[in-house]
């Protein structure tokens, strides 16, 4: 709403013309003169610069009236930057000087308190640096927003110099800029670089890396990142010790049930086909008559893991060790390290490991494989313990998700001019997936993009065996006919049946390009289900798709894991 000041003056302005302005001004310089004052005199005294006119209460009107007119801005303006003269392409020089000096110094002293303010949400106790709770209680995206509330002007410094309008995240650099100018006012503002310290101690940074990142303020000292690492091991030791005081737990037994396991994968198969239609911007699911639908409800899990108060997964985080795990003898000295950081090496307890105690160690292949050879090279040893009768050596699931996407990777990457994964990844402009990488984030964009090329396979089959032009026209279809048209999908385009079907026209009448989408609809797919499957800890559907999986890694090459899921399903069946 307008102010009265601000009404006031404008109403004074319209009625105003150019010349009678001009006339009142001269009139006012000429009484200036008389009385042997200038403008400055007279500002100075008008803005609190003489008692007298400070306590005058027209003055007060006239000086509050100026200060709250629309025209003030322009007015700074224009002292900062004097139109040209008509006849002249020169600009005056006006008070750009005096006002650039004035607006540093007023940004400066803004800019430093809004840090100050900032910089009580930015600390991290030290009493709080191992708790994971404390650590993880803020995410990227509320310490941005955090920062754009609690110090606006510095947000908007850094976006106006930083969004280039090109739709790159600028957010991320004016949030870590900002952490480090507020970290060098004060190293008590370090909950961003506590963060940094520790995810990239565990991402194998060297000392002098750290060193050369504190000196940016980027980090903590590498000092302070392994006395945080040991005290956070400390607290996770505490807590577990707290658990099971006195001896190792009590094993549990896991009892299965067993059920149907093609029908459990085929449902499960539907369901990704289902829900690859639901998810579509283009479908509108909001709006759809039957959303509510029973039809539409995801798979019920097969036998999945209880998520109940009570049942929660606790991870403890174990101290580090300069222990290189390049042979056997390290994995060995290994084993003995981890048991002897959780207790468990007092003769007693060995006892109870050799005769009552199963311990079950996972890991990637190359892991597993060395367990497993260390297990049979100490065979012949005198005792239980020492036989490592205790440990059941399993693979880690991620690592076999992991294996999967290779495995799509290798078998359907093709060429860039061909209808493979290569072509796609250049229409993407997914840059570093031509080859296959152990390091940096290849997994997690390779997996992003297997996810990108089966929702579009999918999305067109169902276009073309629902026969319709658009996703939005299913829209007017019942629920119980879209979970019809998904089995159909996965029957006609994403089954070995459908490519016994096409193989049964003979060589010369099989259409290729179609063969090769059917094989990696039914591949991707099931690596979609496996995917939800270990996100959901749905354990019998993971059993379920053992067959395939090795299958899978047989017909891809991979070996290592072919033999992995075989010895798994030697031990279940």
Known sequence: MESSFKWVMRSKWAYKK???IYAACLQIITLMQVMEIDLS???DALFWGNEYCVADK?????RTAFLHSAELPFLLDRWDKPPRKSDSIIRLKGARGIINMFAVATTIDLVKAELKGLGLFLQLSAKDDVSASKLTSLTFTELEDMAREKAPTVWQLFQSILDTGKGKKWEHIALTITSIVSYMQSHNR????KLLAIYLKFRGISAKGFDTL??????MSHKWTCDAIQRISDECMHKKSSKSPGSPPEVQQVYRTSSGSLVGVLWELWGSAKSSLLNSPEFKLATYKDRHSLFLNAPKPIDQLPTSEGHDILQYLLGTTNIAEASYDDNSRLINEWLQQLGWMMDVQKWEFAWALIVYWAGDQLTVDRLQHLFMFRGRDDTSYNHLDFAVIVFGWFHLQMAYAV????????TERGCGLQHVFNILNQKGLEKVLTKGPFHHTLNEALHHVAAAHIHKDWLEVAGVETLSELCSRSAEDLKKLASKIVKRRASSEALDRLDEHGEDEIDKELKQVIMWNRDVLQYLVLNEAVKN???GLMENMLPHLLYQFTGSGNS?????VLELMQGLY
Request: glycine share 6%; no cysteine.
């Open 560 to 564: 290592k894991y072919a033999i992995e």
């Open 407 to 414: 495995s799509l990777h290798k078998q359907y990457l093709g």
């Open 537 to 539: 800890s749905d354990v």
């Open 18 to 20: 150019p010349h009678k």
């Open 41 to 43: 005199i007279f500002l």
């Open 58 to 62: 027209r003055m007060q009107w006239q």
């Open 190 to 193: 370090n909950r961003l670089q």
């Open 214 to 219: 504190h000196a940016m303020g980027l980090t």
